[in-house]
């Protein structure tokens, strides 16, 4: 960013860099969330009987609820937003999918090597059309005050920023993994748009070495005092027992151990969501309007492991209480700095492009931020 201007519009907290100009005349919103756990279950419970119930076919009709369901709890400035996916495109989409699946199966088993091998091939080419379209469609299918989200990428891009970059990646060695996940931040938010209205992101190169970084090395220091308490409990003989071996105190300090691998792989993603949040949301404007976030690695860090305890003691009852949970703290801390969203949102819709335009097939991938 230029000089003159300053970090944060009504906050430290925020890393962005605002015109002093704005920073008087902002205003901070905040997200808030509305959904609750025993609601989404009885949703979440319906979906999963009525998807097996069809063998699957329901499925698309599932996501649709589930989608209808966050982003209508999802309020920002007194409005909700909404999801507006069609069912039958989706359910296109997936048969599709597991058309061109069957296909493959069918070829590798009764066809000679090297056609599975050139339909494979051809999956991995098509792969970044796939992923363009699940973004502009999931786009499209959202809106907020009227008016809908759109992405402006093509197949080209998702091509470079999910193929070259990763190969890149992978062929220096790990080195320019970083950079790919900066290519890819890249090409996601610099391609979608509310309305007229584009996004852009501030983020460089050097925020996700320094994301990697710092994930590289919490796993390093928790791994030395991982591997230094299971030396202790080894050394000391916790738990021998010359008569039995290994009596029950060994048992303890075995599922001791277990419980705190378990612990300190979860945290490592909890570390990594947390600063990935702080990474990409910490940078996102548009229209002068700026998106801030201040999710906590501690604070993430004890959702992530109760829910997955949870979780595991439920066998998975628990799950959508999680969602809600999760969603809950992460729109909690997630908030607009605007100097008038009114204004905004009318530009915006004006601005807008044709909304008759052809969606084609719906694949719904989750991919976006």
């Keep these: ?18 015109p002093v100009s704005m920073r008087q005349e902002s205003v901070r919103v905040p997200f808030k969330f509305h959904g609750e756990g025993g609601e989404y279950f009885r949703i979440w419970i319906v979906n999963i009987v009525l998807t097996i119930l069809t063998l699957g076919i329901y499925s698309a009709w599932a996501t ?22 069609d069912p039958i495109a989706i359910l296109k989409g997936r048969m599709l999918a597991i058309a061109l699946l069957v296909l493959y199966q069918v070829l590798v088993s009764f066809g000679p090597p090297a056609l599975g091998g050139l339909v494979g091939l051809l999956f991995v080419a098509a792969l970044p059309w796939i992923i363009y379209r699940a973004l502009r469609f999931n786009a499209q299918m959202s809106s907020w005050r009227g008016v809908r989200f759109g992405f402006d990428g093509d197949w080209v891009g998702a091509a470079k920023a999910y ?9 220096t060695l790990g080195f320019g993994l970083p950079y790919a996940w900066y290519k890819q ?11 007229g209205s584009n996004s852009t992101s501030t983020t460089k190169p050097a925020d996700f070495y320094l994301l990697a970084l710092a994930v590289f090395g919490f796993t390093l220091v928790g791994g030395i005092l991982l591997v230094l308490l299971t030396s202790l409990l080894g050394i000391t003989g916790f738990g021998a027992n010359e008569d039995f071996g290994f009596g029950a105190m060994g048992a303890f300090a075995a599922l001791l151990v277990g419980a705190a691998y378990f612990v300190f792989y979860i945290m490592i993603f909890a570390v990594y969501q947390a600063m990935y949040f702080q990474t990409v949301y910490n940078n996102i404007e548009i229209a002068d309007n700026y998106v801030g976030t201040s999710v906590a690695i501690t604070g993430l860090g004890k959702i992530v492991v109760s829910n997955t305890v949870l979780v595991l003691v439920t066998l998975g009852f628990y799950y959508p209480f999680a969602q809600v949970r999760m969603t809950q703290y992460l729109q909690d801390n997630l908030w607009v700095d605007a100097v008038d969203l009114d204004s905004f949102v009318a530009k915006s819709g004006d601005e807008s492009n044709p909304l008759g335009e052809e969606i084609g097939e719906a694949f719904d991938l989750g991919i976006g931020i």
Aim: hydrophobic share 35%; charged share 20%.
């Design 64 to 85: 649709v609820r589930t989608k209808r369901y966050f982003y209508g709890n999802t309020e920002l400035d007194g409005d909700r937003f909404d999801y507006l996916g």
């Design 1 to 18: 960013m230029s000089e003159g201007l300053i970090t944060g519009a009504t906050g430290g907290d925020s890393q962005h860099s605002v």
């Design 163 to 171: 193929l070259l970059w990763p190969l890149f990646g992978v062929v």
């Design 185 to 195: 931040n890249q090409y996601l938010l610099s391609n979608y748009r509310f309305g």
